[in-house]
């Protein structure tokens, strides 16, 4: 991925709503009320996993709920891409539990103190590693968690922010950090600052090689290699998830939480224009 020296022009067309896919046709499919949502996740079939205090609720991508569970703390990472494991990380004591997709069989795991002094975020990695974000450094540890050998390990940039990071991801060889305070950035796996791309969004997801997420009413599709951006209007919400597995090939599902507590399944066609 090149560095992107157009990350301005990002900016004003958030903004300003440039180069939107207008024709874009979207299809309501359902609205239904899902109360009050603080995080959101998807697996790798196109369910919709969305997290209310302890509770966990994973639904299909009709809407219909699959599975429900509520925890004893409220989870601080929710990973469920790796199908079928459920993975959830708990900051407060520092562990995680992987479950099946239906909430059952957890497999509870300690963090050993030794990777980290304030591990904040912990997430899953595609080897069967994890990442583990030391707050007290600001480090990104690649763990082996059978050993507890560190593979690799960087520190995180903070020389121009105060970060406040609530999501941690690998994706295609990058690692995907969600700062409330600044927006996405965007590390190699060596820990090499690629991009960072200003938002106020409370989650992204990807979408083959794009990364999507909700900017003022608009759900923003930016390709990891080309680094274009498509824009297609979807109105005011708080979190989106896009479903990347149909039965129809170009017809994808987009869920929209809303503020009010109700969240609409929109169907679009993926394929659209880009800008």
């Known amino acids: 991925m090149p560095r992107s020296r157009h ?39 196109g369910n919709f996993f969305l997290l209310s205090g302890n509770a966990i ?36 004591n520092q562990h995680y539990i992987n479950y099946d997709r239906n909430f059952q069989n957890p497999e509870e795991m300690q963090l050993d103190p030794s990777i980290a002094v304030q591990p904040k ?18 480090s990104i540890k690649k763990v082996n968690p059978f050993t507890n050998q560190v593979v690799t390990e960087f520190y995180v940039d903070t020389t121009d922010v105060k970060p406040n990071y609530v999501y941690m991801r690998e994706y295609q060889n990058l690692i995907f950090l969600l700062d409330k305070n600044s927006g996405i950035v965007i590390y190699n796996t060596i820990g090499r ?15 083959g090689e794009e990364l999507y ?10 390709d990891l290699y080309t680094e274009r951006v498509r824009l297609v209007e979807v109105g005011s919400g708080e979190f989106v998830l896009v479903s990347d597995e149909q039965e129809k090939e170009d017809l994808k599902i987009i869920l929209l939480v809303k503020e009010n507590g109700r969240a609409v399944l929109l169907e679009f066609n993926g394929k659209g224009s880009p800008d």
């Open 7 to 45: 990350f301005l022009l990002l900016v004003i067309s958030l903004i300003l709503g440039a180069d939107c896919l207008r024709a874009q046709s979207l299809k309501k499919l359902k609205d239904f009320k899902v109360g009050h949502v603080e995080n959101v996740s998807i697996d790798r079939l």
């Open 57 to 92: 609720k994973k639904y299909d991508a009709s809407g219909k709920v699959l599975a429900a569970f509520k925890a004893d703390k409220k989870p601080t990472l929710i990973e469920p891409w790796y199908h079928p494991r459920i993975f959830v990380y708990y900051q407060q």
């Open 121 to 138: 975020l912990v997430c899953p990695t595609g080897d069967g590693k994890l990442l583990v974000m030391d707050q007290a450094d600001w």
């Open 193 to 207: 600052k690629i991009n960072r791309l200003k938002t106020d969004a409370s989650n992204f997801g990807f979408f």
């Open 213 to 222: 997420f909700l900017q003022q009413d608009k759900l923003v599709f930016y």
